[in-house]
């Protein structure tokens, strides 16, 4: 839960995909490092940082993929941290030379230089299902957004949205799980998401509008961790149409509305689209409806896939711990008991959930909904006595700081504790990222998070269907076995 761009990339990086397609393209120029590089890298600021480059073009991306599979990706980081006694070792992932900076100290560094030393890193050929991408992603285009998303995301702007989402909480909770004894909660999970997140960013709230969104949008997000091969029937050739498909459904709501601003019938200040049609640039140029489009279809994906990873591994956490459970069940209990019967949750409701807020940020570092992200070197520099040349991949593991030890005790334990008082040090806990990328939808992640948990405890206790399977899948976000099924136990009346 980087900013909502970085998010995008994220889902798009698939390891398995970017070794395949390394094998295909040609993704990488260089096997190995040549000597001339080492020497001359090693004479001007030192040596090279210690790794293995694991087999030519896979490197270790194989290694890097198990894990992820096995549920634990932090064991490749902290692993490799443990056999070269480093916090920074050299390796080759997704086909290029890469560095991986771990810990607090590795955090940090990224995040306090990005756009200097380091930037957003993402496969070249994502422009196949996002093809303005290329044309609208540069750093000028990133700062902007951020600050567009700023706009509508921080605080005070959300504050008048709480009412909103808790009758579309409302609603959700009444078409898609009452009146049932057993639901899969990662498939609800992601329609509550993508809802809040075409209501948020383009106001569509018809169902049936949503609806010729959502269908073709989840073949396209299956897409993005398809083999990149573009076959006809291959998944990643559906997925090229589905794209299409939803560009094309977003291209007619967004000409629908600048109609509608024309006339009067639509709000300047009503959401990111309308902001997005009404905003130039210094030089007095308005974004392109194609372009909006693509960045809407990426704010979709950001603002479905890892706030929904978030809400069903909750209820994962919930089930398999009843003492945690009852803790939120009374909490939002004495909330619901201050309120008259039909009045919305408002913004002093969620200032009051402190313990449920600690309980999902302990389900975060748990199972962080995006596990680590990727940069580039965009000059030489040198870290804690290692060079790192321009053009190197960087990858940082917020699952390697979560499940760190040395940072968290007992790391495999439950202890929303962690998160009382000033909670973890600074750089420790980074499901939102930091520094410049600290992600801009961290308010509104909190506000459909705490909105969703007061709907669930308020309704049913529930309990898993599979009791002693937690396994879960990490490729790359976290996937609760066969997408969490429960059962429902509603309260007595």
Known sequence: MESTTMILLVSVISLSVSILFAFLFGLHHHLFFN???????????GPLPPGNMGWPLVGESLHFLWAGWKGH???????RVAKYSSSVFRTHLVGEKAAVLSGA??????????????????????????????????????????RML?????????????????????????????????????????DYTFQLACR???????????DRLSKPFNLLASSLFAIPIDLPGTPFNKGIKASKIVRQELLSIIKQRKTDLAEGKASPTQDILSHMLLTSDENG??????????????????????????CTFIVKYLAELPHIYDGVYNEQMEILKSKAPGDSLNWEDLQKMKYSWNVACEVMR??????GTFREAIADFSYKGYFIPKGFKLYWSATATHKNPEIFPEPEKFDPSRFQGAGPAPYTFVPFGGGPRMCPGLEYARFEILVFMHHLVKRFKFEKKI??????????????????PIRLLPHEK
């Open 35 to 45: 000597k001339e590089e080492k020497s001359a890298a090693a004479a001007a600021a």
């Open 73 to 79: 990706p932090e064991k490749f980081v902290l692993d």
């Open 105 to 146: 100290s590795g955090n940090k560094f990224l995040f306090s230089n990005e756009n200097k030393l380091v930037r957003a890193w993402f496969p070249s050929g994502i422009d196949k299902i996002f093809p303005s991408s290329t044309r609208s992603s540069s750093e000028e285009e990133g700062i902007k957004l951020r």
């Open 150 to 190: 700023h706009t509508f995301l921080k605080t005070e702007a959300l504050r008048r949205y709480i009412g909103k989402m808790d009758r579309m909480a409302q609603k959700h909770f009444e078409e898609g799980w009452e009146n049932k004894t057993e639901v899969v909660v990662l498939p609800l999970a992601k």
């Open 200 to 210: 948020l960013f383009a106001s569509v709230e018809d169902p049936q509008q949503v």
């Open 285 to 310: 140029k308005f974004m392109q409806e194609f372009d909006i489009a693509d960045k809407i279809l990426g704010l979709l994906i950001g603002g479905r896939d890892s706030a929904s990873v978030a």
């Open 366 to 371: 748990l199972a962080t909904p995006v596990p």
């Open 467 to 484: 009791p002693n399977d937690g396994k879960f899948v990490v490729d790359p976000m976290p996937i609760p076995a066969k997408g969490l």
